[in-house]
């Protein structure tokens, strides 16, 4: 109910939600014709000179775009995602020529062709040249345009890594070929399916059967998630599937939950400071994304240390915290309990002491670091 309502307002009130966005043209000499674009950057876009963004292509731009490119928004606002490139191809008057496909063969021919080049070879470089970009790339569509995302999963190399499939309507032999290409793929991707109990019979029915084949895969690398949204049309499935599709997609990236802090963290057998930096190795690895770990993390490791009395570790979650917020009181409150649950009060009560000057940080501040640091005066009577 709550992704509908949220969907429904992006709808309805968009400048609410939306950043910067850019309306453009790109010459293309592969369509022979200009395409228009819609561009969406993220909102401190320009202040941050030095960051890059994933991109995400959404076909049917002229529909698409406003609810994906305002989730996106809400969703990254809030840290869950990362802040993206949304880039909106508008086919109000193209879409069925841009995903023509042969008869015979089943791949992309003509006029789907030369859109399939369009988006290869002169949309992509156009905006990578232009804009801050890192290597991580999704691509959407909506039933014929999203059978015709698939066709960049075939390639050697896809150029996509995330494919999100909004009730696509299938090219005969294109749920063999999807299978093969993921089931054989030595690098990680991400593959979204969606359909509806109200969708169109013809399409939920092949939907649902690709749904049992992709269940058979077996490949570490593939990342697959399916829904079938109850009571929605073909049409009102999308504004169901964009949250959850973007959210699974980069679940790696979201803030450590409450149920991994229960079900992981907690776990005696497992290293929460590890696992902490697993997570951001992971970030940077799939996404390209080199993120500073949030403070929130943080605490969440340092609450599972002091609940396992993992002591020992959390002399390197101090270390981490140095790195990562060095003008803080962060990583002297970290090694200061490290000092005083190990066997040296005197050192932890100097180490306190030494916070005054440095940058207040959650609850952390100057009179709480020398409450701190009174406290083991008075019980060791230093």
Request: aromatic share 14%; hydrophobic share 35%; proline share 5%.
């Amino acid at each position: 109910m709550q992704k509908k309502l949220l969907f429904l307002l992006i709808l309805i009130v968009p400048n609410l939600f939306i950043g910067q966005t850019i309306y453009q043209k790109i010459k293309s000499a592969k369509l022979g014709e200009d395409r228009e674009l819609k561009i969406q950057l993220p909102r401190n876009y320009d202040q941050n000179k030095e960051k890059k963004y994933p991109i995400l292509v959404v076909l049917d731009g002229d529909y698409l775009f406003e609810p994906v490119s305002g989730n996106v928004d809400y969703y990254s606002y809030w840290e869950d995602i990362p802040e993206m490139i949304v880039v909106g191809i508008n086919q109000s008057s193209s879409r069925d020529s841009d995903s023509f496909y042969d008869e015979n063969t089943f791949l992309p021919a003509g006029t789907g062709a030369s859109f399939f080049e369009f988006i290869g070879m002169e949309l992509m470089p156009f905006i990578e040249s232009n804009y801050r970009t890192a290597p991580f790339r999704v691509i959407m569509g909506h039933d014929y345009t999203s059978n015709f995302i698939n066709y960049y999963l075939l390639k050697e190399n896809p150029l996509f890594q995330g494919y999100i499939n909004l009730s696509p309507d299938l090219a005969p032999e294109m749920e063999n070929r999807v299978f093969n290409s993921l089931q054989k793929s030595p690098n990680p991707i991400w593959y979204y399916l969606a359909t509806s109990t109200e969708d169109i019979s013809s399409l939920k029915e092949k939907i649902l059967n690709f749904d049992g084949q992709l269940k058979k895969l077996d490949n570490k690398n593939i990342h697959y998630n399916f829904d079938n949204f109850k009571d929605a049309s073909h049409y009102t499935l999308v504004g169901n599937a964009i949250p959850k599709a973007i959210e699974q997609i980069f679940e790696t990236y979201r803030p450590i939950s409450v149920e991994e802090y229960n079900t992981v963290l907690l776990q005696t057998s497992v290293s929460s400071f590890e696992y902490l930096v697993k997570k951001y190795e992971n970030i940077q690895l799939l996404f390209g994304i080199d993120k500073q770990i949030r403070l929130n993390d943080f605490m969440a490791v340092y609450n599972a240390m002091e609940k396992t009395r993992n002591w020992e570790q959390m002399k390197d979650l101090s270390k981490l915290a140095e790195k990562n917020y060095p003008t803080t009181m962060l990583h002297t409150y970290f090694a200061a309990r490290f000092e005083e649950e190990t066997g040296n009060p005197k050192k932890a009560m100097r180490i306190y002491q030494n916070a005054y000057g440095q940058d207040p940080v959650l609850f952390l501040n100057t009179d709480f670091m020398l409450d701190k640091a009174n406290q083991i005066k008075v019980d060791f009577n230093y």
